[in-house]
């Protein structure tokens, strides 16, 4: 079993920063590839970002590729995601999730364990 907990969430304006955390625990959490979801009211889940367990690879998505970075640091077990240049369509449930199988498809059902979300909202 691994417990996912994200926190960092809140208000921002447009153009500002937030950085997100997910604190893994488990007995084997540190071996699980870690990814970023978001779901706007109204609408799917959506992928942003995942990280390989040992943050070896990252990947992002194109709406936020060159605005978020995803690292992780397996000593305090926590991913980070830290977002730049927010817009308010960035508006969401930020959750994260912990996979081993399925790298690339990015598929909700590959995903193993899932934490609750933190909101993170951008004022225009």
């Known amino acids: 079993q691994v417990q996912l907990v994200e926190s960092g969430g809140g208000l921002a304006q447009a153009g500002g920063s937030l950085r997100l955390s997910c604190a893994a625990s488990g007995r084997t959490s540190s071996n699980y590839n870690i990814g970023w979801f978001r779901q706007a009211p109204g609408k799917e889940r959506d992928f942003v970002a995942a990280i390989t367990w040992n943050g070896g690879v990252t990947y992002l998505s194109d709406s936020v590729k060159g605005r978020f970075t995803i690292s992780r640091d397996n000593a305090k077990n926590t991913v980070y995601l830290q977002m730049n240049s927010l817009k308010p369509e960035d508006t969401a449930v930020y959750s994260c999730?912990?996979?081993?199988?399925?790298?690339?498809?990015?598929?909700?059902?590959?995903?193993?364990?899932w934490g609750q979300g933190t909101q993170v909202t951008v004022s225009s």
């Open positions: 999730a912990a996979f081993r199988r399925g790298w690339g498809s990015w598929s909700i059902s590959a995903f193993d364990y």
